[in-house]
């Protein structure tokens, strides 16, 4: 049977997994409740962002990273 640390690895990376291991993943999210949480609110986590970011244009994103980055310097110009 895989361990948390295992489990998590699998359920937070993209890669491929064979049905065998999603198999044991399933299990082991059923019988392991912090596992069996984790992976509720990775899935959670995942779905919001997809969908802010879907409602969100080009322009929209260009004019949020020009701010970051402009604080950015306007912070590290203050420190020195």
């Known amino acids: 049977m895989l361990n948390c640390k295992?489990?998590?690895k699998k359920?937070?990376?993209?890669e491929?997994?064979?049905w065998m291991?999603?198999?044991?993943i399933k299990l082991h999210l059923m019988?392991?409740?912090h596992c069996g949480k984790?992976?509720?609110?990775?899935k959670l986590i995942s779905?919001?962002?997809?969908?802010?970011?879907?409602?969100?244009s080009?322009?929209?994103?260009?004019?949020?990273?020009?701010?970051v980055i402009q604080k950015m310097k306007s912070s590290s110009n203050s420190k020195e």
């Open 58 to 67: 080009t322009k929209d994103v260009k004019k949020v990273e020009d701010q």
């Open 21 to 24: 291991h999603r198999l044991e």
């Open 31 to 33: 019988m392991c409740h």
């Open 11 to 14: 359920i937070s990376s993209d």
């Open 47 to 56: 779905t919001g962002l997809k969908k802010a970011l879907s409602l969100i």
């Open 6 to 8: 295992t489990v998590v």
């Open 38 to 42: 984790y992976a509720k609110q990775l």
């Open 16 to 18: 491929k997994i064979s």
